[in-house]
């Protein structure tokens, strides 16, 4: 059974950054799709950024683009998000996802197509 922890948020003043991490288990990292989601309080979840089975290509929702990095280690079962110029805007539970990938592009960042959550990780950004 596939697990996913997340760990590394918090809180941190607009134009900071944090990293995000996320360790799996139970699963051949190299066959999944991984991505990061986000929901804020009064909003859907939605998706922020993904990466293939090998660590490229990678996807980013346009609010993210050019300020958030995904990466994976599949040796290490680990997936990265790093996050820069961080705005209120960014405040969210953050969740890490793991989906099968087969014969599907990993570039849907579609909730209903996870089917592996973490439990989330806080991140809240002050102006």
């Known amino acids: 059974q596939v697990q996913l922890v997340e760990s590394g948020g918090g809180s941190v003043q607009a134009g900071g950054s944090l990293r995000l991490s996320c360790v799996a288990s139970?699963?051949?990292?190299?066959?999944?799709?991984m991505g990061w989601f986000r929901q804020a309080p009064g909003k859907e979840r939605e998706g922020v950024a993904g990466?293939?089975?090998?660590?490229?290509?990678?996807y980013y929702a346009d609010s993210v683009k050019d300020r958030f990095t995904i990466s994976r280690d599949n040796a290490k079962n680990t997936l990265d998000l790093h996050m820069n110029s961080l705005s209120p805007e960014d405040t969210a539970m953050y969740y890490c996802?793991?989906?099968?990938?087969?014969?599907?592009?990993?570039?849907?960042?579609?909730?209903?197509?996870?089917?592996?959550w973490g439990q989330g990780t806080q991140v809240t950004v002050s102006s």
């Open positions: 996802a793991a989906r099968f990938r087969g014969w599907r592009s990993c570039s849907r960042l579609s909730e209903a197509d996870f089917g592996y």
């Open positions: 139970g699963y051949t990292g190299s066959d999944y799709c």
């Open positions: 990466i293939d089975t090998r660590g490229a290509p990678t």
